[in-house]
């Protein structure tokens, strides 16, 4: 079955710094997808990078970028000059493998940024 | 379209009861998937439907919980006789499946149940 761990259930970076989440994951198929997902207090998830396993360029979307390390089953984010509103839960995910195109999430990072 | 919408935001309910949640996608988007969120966990899949197909229904945590999507527009998630281990945020999600791609879900902003 597939899996996904996040190791880090709290980081903390300063403002203007970088922070990087790490995730691992497990998964029995040849083609997939990872991402991750923002989950800002008491709003919805959004979206803030994907990557698809067939691709070796890491993926970057302006300040977030990925660190894709696809034989160690490793997929850490980097958030570069940290914003306050980056404060928010981090949620790394795989798609569960077969056509149905599910998502399978880690217990998510939360992350604080300091003024 | 302002995205996923979830009705209602807050359920309040007691053990025993029957609860319903809905869920409006976004409107040209034909798939519609169902998460379950405890705290300090990340969502779970629950169930997912084609259109108005429920394609899997495997995941659903037990007979009490049950879905469905007439018509392939919104759908309608339904526990009967809810325990305290109910208690959750219910995530609805949907994207527009194309053969040959993988395209983004898009999240609502859930349903919170809490089960006195």
């Known amino acids: 079955a597939q899996t996904v761990t996040q190791s880090q259930p709290e980081m903390s970076v300063q403002e203007a710094e970088t922070v990087t989440l790490s995730c691992t994951y497990d998964?029995?198929?040849?083609?997939?997808?990872l991402f991750w997902y923002k989950q800002p207090p008491s709003r919805q998830m959004i979206l803030v990078i994907r990557q698809e396993a067939y691709k070796q360029q890491n993926a970057t979307e302006n300040r977030f970028s990925v660190n894709f390390q696809k034989a160690a089953k490793s997929f850490s984010l980097k958030i570069s000059d940290s914003q306050l509103g980056d404060a928010a839960m981090y949620f790394c995910?795989?798609?569960?493998?077969?056509?149905?195109?599910?998502?399978?999430f880690g217990k998510g990072t939360k992350l604080s940024v300091k003024p | 379209d302002t995205g996923v919408s979830q009705d209602p935001r807050h359920k309040i309910t007691k053990r025993g009861q029957n609860v319903t949640f809905r869920c409006d996608p976004i409107s040209e988007h034909n798939r519609l998937y169902w998460y379950r969120q405890t705290l300090g966990q990340g969502p779970e899949f629950l169930t997912y439907?084609?259109?108005?197909?429920?394609?899997?229904k495997s995941r659903l945590l037990s007979d009490r919980f049950s879905a469905e999507r007439p018509k392939g527009s919104f759908s309608t998630l339904e526990i009967q006789r809810t325990e305290q281990g109910d208690s959750a945020m219910y995530l609805c999600a949907s994207s527009l499946e194309a053969s040959g791609t993988y395209n983004e879900q898009f999240f609502g902003p859930g349903t919170r149940l809490t089960v006195l």
């Open positions: 998964t029995s198929e040849s083609d997939y997808y």
């Open positions: 439907f084609q259109n108005e197909a429920q394609l899997e």
């Open positions: 995910a795989s798609t569960g493998g077969g056509s149905q195109g599910n998502l399978i």
